[in-house]
């Protein structure tokens, strides 16, 4: 057998396919298909929901940015011309109308009163639904860092409302309803209602001129976004679709104070707060001066003490209605346990007895002036009553210090 001399020779000899390698096929992916897997994320997107990603929330903010920055690549547009199967990156049309205009402005740049206001018109009757609102600012995601503060208490409020320590109300109002501090669901998205800055206007409208709140809001969303929007089209949106959320009976006082204030005579009847005076003739009770029940009914009040000669917590005797006042989207229960709560310290120590000889004792009778019980309850109605407290030596309100 001849010696091979050449390199040919020896290729040319490997009968059994020796030399016969592939090269490895590399799992580095191209410039250009990184490319095309990021745009193929927009179409999945579109073909799921049946419209373009939108900025209400971090991830559709994302693949919008991402949208907006491949229309303005002419390199990049003709990369992926053959993979745009919804015709997402067409040369934007031509504007044609101040509509094209505003409803392009996805990052909210005419997010602003000044350039609304030249385009209302006043005392003309509007053709489109009156329900929707005038408009609405594009939410905005937050950074991680500035939206941590917000999620343990937006988790707190879901874990509350599950137990039951806070609860669903439905939205009524935007004069009355809507409060700087508060919680609410719109859409089923919870939202903390962070700051309110508005003022009392004169409008025209076309039924006459009204003074009403107008101006903005600060909203932090759940899902890490944010928005300013204008404190009426927030109003409209929990109109249609949107609930108040209660404080919780575990926070602290200021914050359960001001749940109070949401009573308003539109809404829906919780119960009634009263206060009665006994007619015992037992010595021991009838020399109290002073002395009064603070209680809650779920229904009219005289039908809850007709028997109250037989029932222990009337003290076994009979009672006069001093006073009593209708509650609206509260727990009545709760702002009865407030006032309470307020005059721990005066609360009256008696074992009262029933006809079975069994010893309870009452523990909703106090011994406070019917005036200063009165004035409390409006200080929780107007949510001063943080600053205040009773001096019962002196049978006063004071103001902390």
């Not at 505003?102 to 030249?118: A, M, V």
């Not at 998205?189 to 003022?199: A, G, H």
């Not at 009665?276 to 003739?281: A, E, V």
């Not at 721990?344 to 009262?352: E, G, H, T």
Request: net charge negative; hydrophobic share 35%.
């Amino acid at each position: 057998m001849s010696k091979k001399k050449t390199l040919d020779d020896i290729f040319n000899d490997d009968e059994f396919g020796i030399l016969d390698s592939k090269p490895k096929i590399s799992n580095v992916k191209t410039e250009d298909e990184r490319l095309i897997e990021s745009f193929q994320e927009i179409n999945t997107f579109l073909k799921k929901n049946n419209r373009e990603p939108e900025g209400t929330n971090v991830t559709e903010f994302k693949l919008l940015s991402r949208l907006k920055a491949l229309r303005q690549d002419a390199k990049k547009i003709e990369i992926l011309k053959s993979y745009d199967t919804h015709n997402l990156l067409n040369t934007k049309e031509d504007v044609k109308s101040i509509a094209d205009i505003l409803n392009d402005d996805d990052f909210g740049i005419l997010d602003t009163e000044e350039t609304l206001s030249i385009f209302k018109l006043k005392n003309v009757p509007s053709t489109t639904d009156r329900t929707e609102s005038d408009f609405v600012a594009r939410r905005k995601p937050m950074k991680e860092k500035d939206f941590l503060k917000y999620e343990d208490e937006f988790k707190q409020v879901h874990k509350e409302l599950r137990e039951g320590n806070r609860s669903l109300k439905k939205f009524t109002s935007s004069e009355k309803n809507l409060k700087k501090g508060a919680y609410y669901v719109l859409d089923g998205i919870l939202l903390f209602l962070e700051d309110i800055d508005v003022v009392l206007k004169e409008v025209e409208l076309a039924t006459g001129n009204r003074v009403r709140k107008e101006g903005r809001t600060n909203i932090i969303f759940e899902n890490g976004t944010q928005s300013n929007m204008l404190f009426r089209s927030l109003g409209k949106q929990l109109l249609d679709n949107g609930y108040i959320i209660t404080h919780s009976s575990d926070t602290d006082e200021s914050t359960l104070f001001k749940n109070a204030n949401i009573v308003n005579e539109e809404d829906i009847e919780t119960g009634w707060i009263y206060i009665l005076k006994s007619l015992s003739t037992n010595p021991e009770i009838a020399s109290l001066k002073n002395l009064y029940k603070i209680g809650y009914s779920t229904g009219p009040v005289k039908d809850r003490i007709k028997n109250a000669v037989n029932e222990p917590t009337y003290l076994m005797a009979d009672v006069h209605l001093v006073i009593s006042f209708k509650c609206y989207n509260i727990n009545a229960q709760k702002f009865e346990q407030l006032i309470q709560r307020f005059f721990a310290k005066v609360c009256l120590n008696i074992d009262v007895f029933d006809k079975d000889s069994r010893r309870y004792m009452p523990r909703e009778w106090f011994l406070v002036p019917l005036g200063i019980i009165e004035k409390v309850i409006e200080l929780i109605i107007s949510e001063q009553i943080i600053d205040f407290q009773y001096d019962d030596m002196n049978q006063v309100l004071i103001k902390k210090s």
